[in-house]
């Protein structure tokens, strides 16, 4: 059975400040997603990395997808109030029909 | 492009009744998952379809849950009867057939309490 784990699982920050998120798991994955979930919402899309090692940048935050293609980590810069939610990363195992699993999330919150 | 759509998007039933959601994926993906979400968690795979055979059901309790979906594209899923712990946000997502990566994308969820 594949585990994703997130930590931290909560976290408070005020405005500008930076933060990591991690996403671990002893399982190798096909694929990597980070989704950000509000409130009475489904979850959305925020990047997919596919390549051990990939780093890819939206803006102010930057995903990275390990060399083993076992973790994932994402990082925001200068966090604002609009970053508040929760994310989840997700492992996509495509020689298991395109399964996806989830970690349980970080809930994130950031103060003015 | 439409996104996934679910209905109803809220429901509150007593326990023992049974309820049923609906969905209909992205036109022209091919998977598509039913998640049980309970606030503050991440979703938890119930059951996934491929056009309209099942992948994975492997943690749909299925002595109380069914899902189905017919010619491949709307799907639904039902709980007879329902219990206390089956409060919860339902989300159905879909995904098209890349066999380099899977990215899904959900619908709004239907928003479930049993009282």
Known sequence: TQLLEQSPQFLSIQEGENLTVYCNSSSVFSSLQWYRQEPGEGPVLLVTVVTGGEVKKLKRLTFQFGDARKDSSLHITAAQPGDTGLYLCAGGIYNQGGKLIFGQGTELSVKP | EAGVAQSPRYKIIEKRQSVA??????????????????????????????????????????????????????STLKIQP???????????????????????????GTRLTVV
């Not at chain 2, 998640?35 to 749909?60: A, H, R």
């Not at chain 2, 219990?83 to 994308?105: G, H, I, N, P």
């Open chain 2, 21 to 74: 959601f609906w969905c209909n994926p992205i036109s022209g993906h091919a998977t598509l998952y039913w998640y049980q979400q309970i606030l503050g968690q991440g979703p938890k795979l119930l059951i996934q379809f491929q056009n309209n055979g099942v992948v994975d059901d492997s943690q749909l309790p299925k002595d109380r849950f069914s899902a189905e979906r017919l010619k491949g594209v709307d």
């Open chain 2, 82 to 108: 329902a219990k206390l712990e089956d409060s919860a946000v339902y989300l159905c997502a879909s995904s098209y057939d890349d066999r380099r990566f899977t990215e899904a994308f959900f619908g709004q």
